[in-house]
């Protein structure tokens, strides 16, 4: 997420807008970087070069907004949700909240960058064309053309976090069948683009006898450190991803059995095998509850206890329809943690599975089928987490 201090600008495809803080670095680097390059093309300028130069930390920040916005349309338009779009020191991103893509869609979301890049790009020339533009007009057309078409030239080399590490990841998925072997693929052809940029752009230079730019290069073994890293990530994604593939819905959920909330709470256990689990529900058959078989140590056995007072109780956000769940995986837990977010309390950061303790699952009539307790979630991400001493490490 962005933070609490970034700058809400508006809103693409119906996410926020924002502009991280730390955008200043970004300004400020541009600025000092053009700065003299401005003034010695157009030395008539004096101090007004600096502005010029700052024209170019705005136009860099406009390309970087139509890239992402590109991204968060296409992906609308493939059934993802836009969660936000933020400008940060790395350049931007567009975060979607638990997407559920295909190889196509995720093909065609992470080219709309680069496209869209392409066609400022061509915009921007075809105006100062038309329009001859010189001097000051000619710089901001030319920092233009040539801003967009570095963003979609770099974001276009097929590894993780590019834009062309999508293009890996849904070729091996598709190859495969697995989403998380295509993200740790995208991962290793990143970690590849990243030390061939230390080693093409300053390590073979001085192995030559030659000296690169200090700056140049400084900015380059920045670049390919914040690539490695982002690449490192999406392998450790990949394979806890094929970890997370045996967290089955089938093996976690408990058969259940519907009772009407004012049922005797012992008489209903008394009938009621141990392996099931027992969901009170209201008059028109809406789950309101759970029993919890520890809630009833105590009470008297000649006690009636209306099952509604033995319940934990079940929200409405955590009754659903088992069919319209992933079977199994990372897809499945992030369906679980973003149900929450329909809830009556819709903090931001409220994670779901820490907010709700059982899901009542129904099937397509509403009727209920099972519950999945919170616990065996946990439990079973935990064993997940363990890592298996037969698997190869980076």
Do not use: K
């Amino acid at each position: 997420m962005s933070g609490p201090r970034a700058l809400t600008l508006g809103r693409i495809a119906g996410a926020p807008v924002r502009l991280s803080p730390a955008w200043v670095a970004v300004a400020g680097a541009v600025v000092l970087l053009f700065g003299p390059q401005v003034a010695r093309a157009l030395p008539g300028l004096g101090g007004a070069a600096w502005l010029v130069a700052l024209g170019y930390a705005a136009l860099l920040a406009l390309s970087v907004l139509v890239h992402e916005a590109a991204h968060a349309v296409a992906g609308r338009a493939f059934g993802q949700r836009p969660q936000e779009i933020v400008l940060t020191l790395w350049g931007g991103h567009t975060q979607f909240a638990a997407p559920q893509a295909t190889p196509v869609g995720t093909v065609v979301t992470a080219l709309a960058g680069p496209a869209a890049n392409v066609v400022l790009a061509g915009l921007a020339w075809a105006l100062g064309a038309a329009a001859d533009a010189r001097g000051v007009p000619g710089l901001l057309v030319d920092a233009t053309v040539w801003a967009n078409l570095l963003l979609a030239g770099f974001n276009a080399l097929p590894g993780a976090p590019l834009d062309g590490g999508r293009m890996v990841e849904s070729a091996v998925w598709a190859a495969t069948g697995s989403r998380d072997r295509g993200v740790a693929a995208a991962g290793w052809t990143g970690r590849l683009i990243a030390a061939a940029l230390v080693i093409g752009w300053v390590a073979v230079p001085l192995v030559r006898g030659e000296r690169p730019g200090l700056v140049v290069s400084l900015l380059l073994v920045w670049v390919a450190v914040t690539l490695w890293r982002g690449a490192s990530e999406s392998v450790e994604r990949g394979r806890w991803g094929r970890r997370l593939a045996g967290v089955r819905l089938a093996d976690l959920a408990i058969p259940a059995l519907a009772v009407p909330v004012d049922a005797d709470a012992s008489a209903v256990l008394a009938g009621v095998p141990a392996g099931l689990a027992v969901v009170a529900v209201d008059e028109a058959g809406r789950p309101v509850g759970v029993l919890d078989r520890a809630a009833l140590d105590g009470a008297a056995a000649s006690a009636r206890v209306p099952v509604a007072a033995a319940c934990r109780a079940v929200a409405p956000h955590a009754v659903l329809a088992a069919d319209s769940l992933p079977p199994s995986g990372g897809a499945l837990v992030a369906s679980l943690a973003t149900a929450a977010e329909s809830a009556a309390d819709p903090r931001p950061g409220v994670p779901g599975l820490d907010s709700t303790p059982v899901w009542v699952l129904t099937d397509g009539h509403g009727a209920v089928r099972s519950v999945l307790p919170r616990e065996r979630i946990l439990t079973a991400l935990a064993t997940a987490s363990r890592p298996d001493p037969e698997e190869p490490r980076p």
